[in-house]
């Protein structure tokens, strides 16, 4: 049968077993509809899915925006706000950042223009074009770090200065340098600039200033800036105005109504930041460490030296040993609290100061808004005798002639000036709150008081760990600083009252301490064979608790480990005598191959650390001058260890055969080729 011409009917259930099935044939056949559906299915293809061309509108070619000159030029900002004299600083303390300060404030009185700038914030190949500004000057005030290395915000000032040929022809500049004679580069920084921005050409109008920490750095920086600013005066042609009278940075901003949660509570830069943390983590940006551990070290006697562990777990904080750790400290309370009532202010008053200069890099002295107790807590130093500037400007506010006088002399170059201020406010160790309570007619505004004080500044401690043994965690070894003044008063150190007081509960309590790590050139040698040679008395000990647990941890590793010799010293072998199990169980385990311990009053005669030294003194020669040892010194700079290097002079002259200046020139090489290291403080 033919299927083309048949119908086929299905059948209904009903009908399906009487019914006849007619069938008739079909009108298309299967390949016809095979085909039929390809040829539809491409056409809906062409038609709806294929990709077509893309029309790409004429857009104008967008220029990419150069950065604003005011981001990196301080000679545009200065022409556009009519200054004339930058003051530079390189400053890790805040004190060359105050007194470059000083100075651009001056500027006023003698009819010029100043501003204080960081060269972190600039680019520094600038500096040849100062001579587009009419009688423009540069001023350095450079602090030095370390063993003569820049402050962390001129390092790249420094490696620029180092590397440029730029012509600096025309430059007008001068320098004070701030540093401390106890150090074997004194004042290196400052040196160094004043030396090569001449070799590049540009004109110094005034000597050199070196400021002396170890003496008076106050004093020294008040001579040297008495006779800066006449000789400015002469060669600029220009006269003083013979207007001294204060002039104020900030304006003073109450926030009656405002969000608290836009009030800083101590953060160091961004808003929220204790709340919210994320790494990486800096002197902007601390990180909230839990204290895990807080223990007494010394068995006894009046003084307390303590053991803290802070947990740096999931912060990505990396050390290595010898690194120090940065710790933000909180001011005493109380004292907060008395200032307050003296000035008879509101503590809890939300405000905020300006800089009446609106195209300062520096808006406010500290962040704002916040509270005045936020402030006297957190940001400002309270503790610390105020400089003659901070007294100068204060004198206004006392109302009794002769307090006022008194306190305008202690500001002044008069020698009985001069003097008053070493005894009065030096020597006897006045702080802010001291001087508040001693003159009571002073009673300054607040806010102008907050304006004065300087900031509030991180302490440094030397890393009593090994990462490689705990990578968790940071370690310090610290004295609690507790003493009577001349005029009576008990003073405490501010961070070390502060960290004794960071215990953990035992209900699970953690306090937090502000903290970074900063970078340290006091490191182990590369070759974990090289014999190294530690001294350490009191808590220089710290960093040495990490070599030697480094030098362990090696060992265990099945590296060959060279000598490791400790010169330790304490006052008493059964009160003082810090990690004293550790160091003997590290001795027991053949780490340490040599544990002197100087006991300076178990008997009669003091026995310090150098005197082990010289008892010793074939080893000692032996490990330097025939083992390639490395010498590490930790602890006090202006007594134990200028004593400890005058040792070795001994020693290398006498062993070495040498006179007096060749073994002052032995040491000093082992200096230069990383073999003699220091880590030292005043």
């Known amino acids: 049968m033919d299927y083309s011409e048949a119908e086929i009917t299905a059948p209904t259930a009903d009908s399906a077993a009487e019914s006849p099935v007619v069938v008739e044939e079909s009108f298309f056949s299967t390949l016809d509809i095979f085909l039929f559906t390809l040829i539809a299915g491409f056409a809906i293809y062409w038609f709806f899915f294929r ?4 029309e790409i509108p004429d857009y104008k070619t967008l220029q990419p925006q150069a950065p604003t ?4 030029s301080f000679i545009e900002k200065m022409r ?3 200054k004339n004299i930058v003051a530079f600083y390189g400053s890790q303390t805040g004190t060359a950042e105050e007194f470059a300060n000083r100075l651009s404030k001056d500027a006023q009185r003698y009819g010029m223009r100043g501003m204080a700038t960081d060269p972190e914030e600039y680019d520094m190949s600038e500096l040849s074009r100062l001579t587009e500004l009419e009688n423009s000057l540069a001023v350095f005030c450079m602090a030095t770090y370390g063993e003569g290395d820049p402050t962390d915000n001129a390092q790249d000032f420094y490696d620029w200065m180092q590397e440029t040929d730029a012509d600096l022809s025309g430059i007008k500049y001068a320098v004070f340098g701030l540093g401390n004679k106890t150090y074997e580069h004194f004042n290196a920084m400052g040196k160094y600039v004043n030396k090569r921005l001449e070799e590049l ?7 050199l200033g070196l400021g002396d920490d170890d003496g008076n750095l106050e004093e020294d920086f008040i001579m040297w800036r008495e006779e800066f600013w006449p000789a400015v005066c002469e060669y600029f042609g220009v006269e003083a105005t013979g207007d001294d009278s204060c002039i104020r940075q900030y304006e003073l901003v109450l926030h009656n109504d405002i969000n608290m949660n836009k009030v800083y509570i101590g953060e160091m830069g961004r808003l929220k930041a204790y709340e919210n943390q994320k790494p990486p983590f800096d002197a902007k940006n601390p990180f909230l460490a839990p204290v895990t551990e807080n223990r007494k070290l010394n068995k006894g006697g009046e003084r307390h030296l303590m053991h803290l562990e802070l947990d740096i777990s999931g912060s990505k904080i990396r050390y290595e040993s010898g690194d120090h750790v940065a710790a933000f400290p909180t001011n005493d309370s109380t004292m907060v609290t008395e200032i307050g009532k003296i000035l008879n202010s509101d503590l809890d008053v939300v405000f905020s100061l300006k800089n009446l200069d609106e195209e300062s890099s520096k808006n406010h002295p500290f962040p704002c808004p916040t509270t005045y107790r936020t402030a006297l807590s957190h940001y400002l130093d309270i503790s610390n005798p105020p400089r003659t500037n901070v007294l100068y400007e204060l004198a206004q506010y006392a109302s009794d002639p002769t ?7 202690m500001a002044s170059s008069s020698p009985e000036g001069k003097s008053q201020y070493v005894k009065w406010v030096l020597e006897d160790r006045r702080n802010i709150l001291a001087i508040l309570e001693d003159l009571k007619s002073l009673r300054p505004p607040i806010d102008h008081l907050c304006e004065l004080l300087p900031r509030l500044q991180a302490r440094y401690y030397s890393i009593a760990s090994s ?3 705990h990578s968790d965690s940071v370690h310090i070894c610290a004295v609690v600083v507790e003493y009577v003044s001349k005029a009576g008063r008990t003073n405490r150190g501010v961070a070390t009252t502060w960290l004794r007081n960071k215990v953990p509960t035992d209900n699970g309590h953690k306090p937090t301490v502000p903290m970074y790590v900063r970078k340290s050139q006091f490191r182990l040698p590369y070759k974990s064979s090289t014999p190294i040679l530690m001294i350490g008395p009191g808590t220089g000990i710290a960093p040495f608790v990490g070599f030697i647990q480094e030098r362990a941890w090696l060992k265990q590793q099945g590296k060959e480990v060279g000598e490791t010799v400790l010169y330790y010293g304490c006052r008493h072998k059964n009160e003082d005598y810090l990690y004293q199990e550790a160091l003997e169980q590290f001795q027991k385990d053949g780490v340490l191959t040599q544990l002197n311990v100087a006991f300076s009053r178990d008997q009669g005669e003091k026995v310090y650390v150098q005197h082990l030294l010289k008892r010793n003194k074939e080893h000692v020669w032996n490990l330097i001058q ?6 590490y010194i930790c602890g006090d700079a202006k007594n134990m260890a200028r004593d400890v290097q005058n040792t070795f002079y001994e020693i290398a002259a006498e062993l070495g055969n040498m006179m007096h200046e060749q073994a002052v020139d032995y040491v000093k090489k082992l200096m230069t080729k990383g073999r003699y290291s220091s880590d030292v403080w005043s």
Do not use: M, P, W
């Open 403 to 409: 307090e006022q006088d008194f306190l305008r002399k």
């Open 467 to 469: 990462s490689k043994v």
């Open 51 to 54: 990709k077509k061309k893309v």
């Open 201 to 207: 050409g540009a004109e110094r109008i005034f000597e």
């Open 626 to 631: 025939k083992e390639n040892g490395h010498i």
């Open 80 to 82: 556009k706000t009519g």
């Open 69 to 72: 000159i005011r981001e990196t």
